[in-house]
């Protein structure tokens, strides 16, 4: 794939299309990855044009589509009840999986929470803007609610609080690269898998039910994952505000849109599009499955002494972006 976006746009051919599980399978998880990136701002010496071109359309349906298919399979029942804020309040108390902010606040080192950042850059340097497609799909109430939690995510305007910014700042504050892409090549499949849900959901009208359960529980559950990592990184030395303005933004910020996106967007949405509630509650269901399989990788990887990064492989899979 990226041998193929680097050439001007044209038919792709028939790429081999990845096997395995695709969950946890780092081509399928690139290859997904490259299809939607090229439709955001794109890389160094690729064309957006690769955004629109039919081919690398029809390969991002089929991936999408196998990905989200395997990632529905075999999913708990929903939880009882009419009241989606609720519901979704269930689904994350009933969540049983590890946490990578826990671990990292009580037993991590300097290499892993730089790990963990390097691990959330795929998706946090251009924070929201999946979403933003997805304002033209809502109507009334929820797009406000959505509409309130983007401006927020871009700063209300002031360039540097808008959150990828922040994210950036961070990353250049511990001497890392603060690229998009930068750090592409040492991703794995269950990392890439978060960032890919999000485009996925992101994508297509239908599933706009599905990306806002899944950005509900995202605000609900992200003022204590970030209290946690502001604290890891303080408890490290790491305490400049150059590093933690952006986890502590977050400790006030997702306070407000938990209760935002729980009820004026997730809650009004259902109650406005009945037929797609269930949906809302499933999509919650997938961001509980993908962030539970990467907290899983992560912890696994630094309670056995390995990196949880992939060894970078080329020098030559230079996919950063050069003008950030
Ligand atoms: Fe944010
Ligand atoms: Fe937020």
Known sequence: MLDAVKRPPGVLGNPPEP?????????????????YEVGYAGFAGVSTDWANEPSLVALRRRLSERFLAGLTTGLDPLPEGRDIPARLEAMISADDSPSAADYLLHHGTQDQIRELLVHRSAYLLKEADPHTRVVAWLRGRPKAALVEILADEYGGGRVERMHAELYARSLRALGMDCRENAYLAELPGVTLATANLTSALCDRPCWRGALLGHLAVTEMTSSGANRRYGATLRRMGLGHPDVTDYFDEHVAADAVHDVVAAHDMAGSFARSEPDLAESVLRGAQLLLR???????HVIASWANGHSSLRARSSPAADTSRTDS
């Open 19 to 35: 096997a395995g599980d695709d969950l946890s399978d780092d081509d399928f998880q690139q290859a997904l990855y490259l299809c």
């Open 290 to 296: 993908v962030e539970g399989a990467f907290a899983r």
